[in-house]
């Protein structure tokens, strides 16, 4: 049972180590200023060299227990106890090192923690090149690092856009989003990150995309439908029995009209020569435009019962058989005997 209570703490341990490295790869340096001679000032109006740091994740972490060094001696193989006495620890109690999500912290150097608690002893020259570097609270991780060249007084070593470059006094950006200088205008892309660092924005609008793409597929398939409808419908009325002669009428209308007006306009081409013979033809079309509107029938056949008699048996049985009838010139004669001369 212990064994196990033991199996278990390793594992809660392990877990949370992992959680707490993976968060603090998210801190990183972002400007450092080493010649403060009019940049910000601290609680106790003193201008001193200082270090900015960035959360660049979506989510809030806490850099107390983090280290900060300017010592390049860290870098040797040596235990942790001994690289953490070379370094200066980010003390605890202060809420402004539980860093929001893409804010900043700003760590002033050359100072006295009992200043204050973002107040460290960490040893930053003025007039030459240093080596800053972030390490986690293990005192083994290095999470980040940077070489600072010599800089003008006011001027930083800033990150812009993941690159790191030199900025003038009017361009340093302490405890904010560091600006691109006028060589480095940042993209809309990258206007477009800072307004909206959470990406609702974003969201927003590739949701208000689909939609609108939906909405127009719903109305062009419903005029499409309904179109589609009232042509079968026209198509179904044209082919019923009744408005086929009116649709022939039509047609052969527009026939006879058609070749009347060719001839009449070659008649007027001719100035009235053979006049007689195209108010002819004009005759010989309309009645042709009669007959053919005359011939076109409902298909409706009519048929009327006649009496013929053809049953009649009487008729039948004395048709041959009467040689009184007179109409009946056909009947046989009885023969008679020859007269004896």
């Known amino acids: 049972m212990n064994n196990l209570k033991l199996l278990l703490g390793a594992l809660v341990l392990t877990a949370s180590q992992t959680v707490l490295g993976q968060g603090a790869k998210n801190i990183v340096i972002s400007e450092v200023l080493t010649n403060n001679a009019s940049s910000i000032v601290d609680e106790f109006g003193q201008r001193e060299a200082w270090i900015e740091l960035e959360n660049t994740s979506y989510s809030t972490y806490n850099v107390r227990g983090m280290f900060l060094t300017t010592d390049r001696s860290v870098l ?8 953490i006495k070379r370094m200066s620890i980010i003390p605890s109690g202060e809420e402004r090192t539980s860093i929001g999500a893409r804010q900043h912290l700003v760590l002033f150097g050359n100072s006295n923690p009992a200043q204050g608690k973002l107040h460290l002893a960490l040893q930053i020259p003025d007039s030459a090149s240093v080596w800053v570097a972030l390490y986690n609270g ?15 007084a006011d001027c930083s070593y800033a ?4 690159n790191w470059a030199v900025k003038s006094a009017q361009q340093v950006t302490p405890g904010i989003e ?27 609008m590739a949701m208000g995309v689909v939609f609108l793409c939906l909405a127009l597929l719903w109305l062009f398939f419903t005029l499409f439908g309904m179109l589609m409808r009232h042509l079968d419908t026209a198509k179904k009325v044209a082919n019923t029995q009744p408005i086929k002669p009116i649709t022939k009428t ?13 001839i009449l306009q070659e008649g007027f081409d001719k100035k009235g020569i053979d006049m007689e013979v195209y108010m002819a033809v ?8 009669e007959d053919d509107v005359h011939d076109v029938e409902s298909g409706v056949i009519t048929i009327r019962s006649k009496d013929t008699d053809w ?3 009487y008729s039948q049985m004395t048709h041959w058989h009467d040689p009184f009838r007179p109409s009946d010139h056909n009947a046989p004669t009885i023969p008679t005997a020859p007269e004896l001369h």
């Open 159 to 162: 990150r812009v856009d993941g």
């Open 76 to 83: 040797q193989p040596m235990s942790a106890p001994e690289r």
């Open 178 to 204: 560091n600006a691109a200088s006028e060589a480095q205008k940042k993209t809309g892309v990258d206007k477009f990150k800072e307004q909206d660092p959470y990406g609702f924005a974003m969201a927003i």
């Open 282 to 289: 004009i005759g010989l079309a309309l009645r042709q435009y």
């Open 138 to 152: 293990n005192g083994v991780e290095l999470i980040d690092s940077v070489t600072v060249p010599t800089l003008q």
């Open 250 to 262: 039509v047609e052969k209308t527009a026939e006879m009209a058609h070749k009347t007006g060719n």
């Open 311 to 313: 049953d009649d048996e």
